[in-house]
């Protein structure tokens, strides 16, 4: 298995401003996607869960968003498309799930509609979570923020926040919290 911290080495410099941002925030989510697979009862690949996490938002320093030390060219919103390109390029066995992470865990999930009708820079295609763990890191990433006060989001909160996108986004948030936390919404 792969070690996160030897990628995030690659891309963040100790001194990069992101980097501790993105330790925290991956820290969290990593935490909370443990805790939701061990909750399941399934069969979970957890290390893949552990690591996915920790690189899920690896494509953030590449974009620009100055609030958590970001001061890339691209859209904040292809942070993990991004992510994933940077993950292939290294030709690395294996990444190829963790890329798949990045691509698939922003929203609930972004379908090419939704692309497409809302002007959203990305190639129109489908970028939903399929295999469990994506899922579970998806569903997981929504309870935190790189911005403020990095504390948990309540679930009443992480459903406000969804449902500003629509009711396709807060429906599939509500699929997951069914899924995966076994909460009816």
């Known amino acids: 298995m792969i070690d996160p911290l030897e990628i995030i080495n690659i891309f963040y410099k100790d001194s990069d401003p992101a980097r501790e941002i993105l330790l925290l925030h991956s820290t969290q989510v990593r ?8 909750r399941l009862g ?10 996915g996490a920790m690189l899920h938002d690896i494509g953030v320093r590449f974009c620009n968003a100055p609030g958590i030390g970001c001061f890339g060219e691209a859209d904040y919103l292809r942070h993990g498309l991004t ?3 940077k993950l292939r390029s290294l030709g690395i066995d294996g990444m190829e799930k963790f890329a798949r992470i990045c691509e698939r865990h922003t929203g609930s999930g972004l379908t090419a509609l939704e692309i497409v009708s809302g002007g959203l820079p990305l190639p129109a295609r489908d970028f939903l979570p399929e ?6 890191i998806c569903l997981a990433d929504k309870f935190f923020s790189k911005s403020g006060d990095m504390q948990e989001k309540s679930l009443e909160s992480v459903r406000k926040s969804m449902a500003k996108f629509g009711e396709e ?8 919290c069914a899924e995966l936390l076994q909460l009816r919404l």
Do not use: Y
């Open 31 to 38: 935490n909370k996607a443990v805790w939701i697979s061990r």
């Open 42 to 51: 399934k069969s979970v690949d957890i290390e893949t869960v552990s690591a």
């Open 83 to 85: 992510g994933a390109e």
């Open 131 to 136: 295999t469990l763990e994506e899922k579970i």
């Open 169 to 176: 986004p807060l429906k599939r948030f509500d699929d997951l």
